[in-house]
């Protein structure tokens, strides 16, 4: 058996132990009559695997000569012909968001307003939940409130609208939560719902005053009630609300929103963070991932989830190999290395546990996307292409991107327009030109429109491309009712290439 095979299985092995929990390691195990596809440079493809009680592999081969590592303690699984993977790898995951799941209003299951209302006056009615200060939830679709928006108000709003406050409010009366606040990230996490309790919080502090939130156009959205909007809608007389927030708050605008929340008590945040994380683990082990890696979208201070799962994996209550990604600042490149390299020194030790890059944001969604062409609402407006993450400039992203490199710390970029694309490339090849060519597995990563010779210079500069398969389907709500009027047919059906990557770099 050759080092591939080794390796390969070794992450079948893995997963099964993460599924079944550590005791099972303690164990002899052969699996037989199974096929076995060990993704080395033959394609081979085995009938058993043996694996000692140490859980290193011991044999990969035909059924007859595994039986000779078979010991009269030795657990038999027949696998009656079913295929073994070696595990897989998740490069993009959010996991405090979506441990959601577990311990929160979760309404990623259902399409439908009338649904997602159903699972939050359940979860707001639950004696379970009577004491709580703060809720938190995740995954609801933006697109699937456009039919309801055009329906109930009249009028198609903005696409950057999304479910209203006034509707949140209306499905909490009479609740333990009436008057608690309620945070909702939407299902991509750039977009946050929260209820009238929640904005009252930040009244007069972090918007709608001088010195609060920056609205930058395209980026940090804080959605208001349109002018238009007089009537009386489901008891609301909207005339009152004109210009005040609608209930989303896009971008960066929700972490401004976040510092003015109430302040979970430490032992509630533990065992919610613990339940959690758990059930997030489970759930990616029972996919068949064994490495995950953990984008952090908010500063390390927030993310109580770390600390569980180091501590977890250190003293192997949980299996997964878990590599963190902290997120930077791209106006303070020499703070962000000092604070990797903190987080790095804290969190060592733990072989299966690391914190392996930076991540930032290079532009935003929807109609925050960096593109090179206009969109096409407005298409003969030539400064109608968005912009980078924050209304930042070229230089400083560039100059984040150099430094990065500099101090030999990989990046994961979130770039989603073709414009925002080419900026980072551009900075990738500035930085091999003062600093020499690295294999630092610097990513890019959603890369919904790119050039297509920005995908040749990817290859050569050893950028990889994070494309995650779920990201390009295309859904109906989303595709037809905001991708569609954004970008225009002809964008809208080439983005996401995946295949180019292969053909262009094969």
Sequence with gaps: M????????????????????????????????GYIYTVD???????????????????????ASAEDFCAADTVVTDLAGRLVLPGFSDNHTHAAEFAAKFTGIYLGDVKTVPEYLEIIRAFATDKANAQAVFVT?????????????????????????????????????????????????SNDLHCVWY???????????????????????????????????????????FSQYRGQPWGV???????????????????????????????FIREMNSYGVTLLQDILITPLNNNTHVDYVYEALKTDREQMLWRVSLLGDVNEPDKTVQEFREAQRKYSGVEKFKFFSVKIFADAIQKGMYVMEPYADEPDNPANVGCLYNNVSRKKLK????????????????AMGDRAVKEC??????????????????????LLLV??????????????????????????FYYEEIFMPVLGPERATTSFPANRFWLKTS
């Design 137 to 185: 939830g995740s995954n609801w679709e933006q697109a699937v409130f456009q039919e309801y928006n055009r329906t109930t108000y009249g009028i198609l709003p903005d696409l950057d609208f999304g479910p209203s406050r006034f509707l949140l409010d209306e499905v909490l009366q009479g609740t333990f939560m009436e008057n608690v606040p309620v945070r909702l990230y």
């Design 249 to 279: 708050f896009r971008e960066a605008t929700s972490r401004y929103m976040d510092t003015y929340m109430p302040q979970v008590p430490d032992e509630i945040k533990r065992r919610q963070t613990e339940v959690g994380m758990q059930g």
């Design 41 to 63: 440079s033959r394609q081979t493809v085995a009938e058993a695997v043996a694996v000692g009680k140490d859980g290193n592999i011991l044999f990969v081969g035909d059924n």
């Design 195 to 237: 209820n009238s309790a929640a904005i009252e919080l930040a009244r007069g502090k972090c918007f709608d005053t001088d010195g609060g939130i920056t609205e930058n156009e395209g980026s940090d959205i804080i959605t208001r009630v349109p002018e238009e909007f007089t009537g009386v809608y489901h008891g609301v007389d």
């Design 451 to 476: 050039c297509p010779e920005d995908i040749k210079r990817m290859a050569k500069l050893k950028v990889v491309a994070s494309v995650n398969s779920y990201w390009h389907y295309k859904e109906p």
């Design 399 to 414: 100059q984040f991107i150099i430094t990065m490199h500099r101090e030999n710390i990989p990046m994961h970029i979130h």
């Design 2 to 33: 050759n080092a591939t095979q080794k390796q390969t299985i070794g992450c079948v092995w893995q997963q099964y132990c993460g599924m079944a929990g550590k005791n099972m390691a303690a164990e002899a195990r052969l699996f037989k009559n």
């Design 425 to 446: 490339i551009d900075g990738l090849e500035e930085a091999w030109v003062k600093y020499g060519e690295k294999d630092l597995k610097h990513t890019i990563t959603h």
